[in-house]
């Protein structure tokens, strides 16, 4: 299996454009994860899916932020409009389950908001 | 979720065991021990997990005493490609848990010719 996929691996936009990352995760793996990693705060969790349901999305910043599953094999995560403190690394995640099982990280996407 | 505290670095020499601590002392007896590394520039890697026995996979052991209230991951003869942050994580596990993986600050580890 090729892992999580995400793309772009690197997007520079200016303040106030709408910004969509895409992930697709690893083949036959039920629950999906968004996160997000600063020097200033570390890796943190935005919201995870399970069977293309968000199940807890209380990481998600704040309005700007949305994210969506239209099936098992595609995410993605909206910031509109964007802001220069968005600028950080966003890694996608799968796993097998909810709860059970290991979660497999992609490259992630580096944002760059100027 | 218990928290973890870990060194905020430490180095190694290639080719020796290099020995990470992990301190969970209010861990809860449904949560398990995960630990994640996480090289320069990729994505977090998953290592392994217990909940009270030892473990041992290709890459790593994980000795957990026998309280729960700490751990030590093991990587038997570290290799250069080891430099890496190594997060401690501790997590319930099943359905209704979810499997929401908080990440602290992790130990920085250098492993030097």
């Known amino acids: 299996d090729a892992g999580v996929i995400q793309s772009p691996r690197h997007e520079v936009t200016e303040m106030g454009q709408e910004v969509t990352l895409r992930c697709k995760p690893i083949?036959?793996?039920?629950?999906l994860f968004w996160y997000r990693q600063t020097m200033m705060r570390g890796l943190e969790l935005l919201i995870y899916?399970?069977?293309?349901?968000?199940?807890?999305d209380s990481g998600m910043p704040e309005d700007r932020f949305s994210a969506k599953m239209p099936n098992a094999s595609f995410s993605t995560l909206k910031i509109q409009p964007s802001e220069p403190r968005d600028s950080a690394v966003y890694f996608c995640?799968?796993?097998?389950?909810?709860?059970?099982?290991?979660?497999?990280f992609g490259p992630g996407t580096r944002l760059t908001v100027t | 979720d218990a928290k973890t505290t870990q060194p905020t670095s430490m180095d190694c020499a290639e080719g020796r065991a290099a020995n990470l601590p992990c301190n969970h002392s209010?861990?809860?007896?449904?949560?398990?021990v995960y630990w994640y590394r996480q090289i320069h520039s990729q994505g977090p890697q998953y290592i392994i997990h217990?909940?009270?026995n030892n473990e041992t996979n290709e890459m790593a052991s994980l000795i957990i005493t026998e309280d729960r209230k700490s751990s030590t991951l093991i990587l038997p003869h570290a290799t250069l490609r080891d430099t890496a942050v190594y997060y401690c994580i501790v997590n319930p596990r099943g359905r209704a848990a979810g499997n929401k993986l908080t990440f602290g600050g992790g130990t920085r580890v250098l492993v030097k010719p």
């Open positions: 995640a799968s796993s097998l389950g909810a709860g059970d099982y290991e979660q497999y």
């Open positions: 217990g909940l009270k």
């Open positions: 083949s036959g793996h039920n629950s």
């Open positions: 899916f399970n069977n293309n349901v968000p199940i807890d």
């Open positions: 209010t861990i809860s007896g449904n949560e398990y």
